[in-house]
């Protein structure tokens, strides 16, 4: 394309086609991958939906009565030293399914 010496000015425009090529591939390539996510996606978000509630109502059941929220604001004020705080709510969740849970709840407690 240039022979012999090349000036600052056919070093620019070669500069910016490079960047426009540079910045037309990223574009194309957002493009194909948005396109391929939203087409593998597609079916297992109307799966997740459906499932998700089901598996809400098995984790969380409510206290048959006040004597766990008792004994559970005892052990709190216990643990803090303290009895100047509020139970809002409890209730029981399942257990967790995985390591990574378990060991999460563990470094909540400490």
Known sequence: MFT????MSQAGIVCLFSLL???AVLFALVGIITLTA????????????EEKPAAEEAAVQ???DDSQAVLIAAAVAAYLGTTNFVVCSVRTVSEPESGWERESLARQLH
């Open 4 to 7: 012999g010496k090349i000036t």
């Open 38 to 49: 939203k087409l593998t996606h597609k079916e297992d978000k109307t799966a997740v939906r």
């Open 62 to 64: 409510k206290p048959k």
């Open 21 to 23: 090529v540079v910045f």
